[in-house]
């Protein structure tokens, strides 16, 4: 199983961007997915997530109303739509898949597959 981020690169702030996520090996139809990031010198922490149907998702408050995240199911991907970046928004930005539950998960220890990550980097 593989899974494969992309979109990543260089904005200024205010900007936008949008990161995609292509799973390969699996089909993630039935299960969540989401989007953690990890800034320079800080934990991994928590961006996105969305139920399997699409339904449900949640989001870190730092990101709520900013930051949108959707999935298509038929070609087994997940995005996050970036807007209004900010420079705190600088961070690599991994994807992740759940083998085991089917909910907007927001804990990283409910995934079971993660991408190689992408570098979003934001000028102020």
């Known amino acids: 199983v593989q899974l494969q981020a992309s979109g990543g690169g260089l904005v200024q702030a205010g900007g936008s961007l949008r990161l995609s996520c292509a799973a390969s090996g699996r089909t993630f139809s039935r299960n969540g997915m989401g989007w953690f990031r990890r800034a320079p010198g800080k934990e991994r922490e928590f961006v996105a997530a969305i139920r399997w149907s699409g339904s449900t998702s949640s989001y870190a408050d730092s990101v709520k109303g900013r930051f949108t995240i959707s999935r298509d199911n038929a070609k087994n991907t997940v995005s996050l739509q970036m807007d209004s970046l900010k420079p705190e928004d600088t961070a690599v930005y991994y994807c992740?898949?759940?083998?085991?539950?089917?909910?907007?998960?927001?804990?990283?220890?409910?995934?079971?597959?993660w991408g190689q990550g992408t570098l979003v980097t934001v000028s102020s």
């Open positions: 992740a898949a759940s083998r085991r539950y089917s909910d907007a998960e927001v804990s990283p220890s409910r995934y079971d597959y």
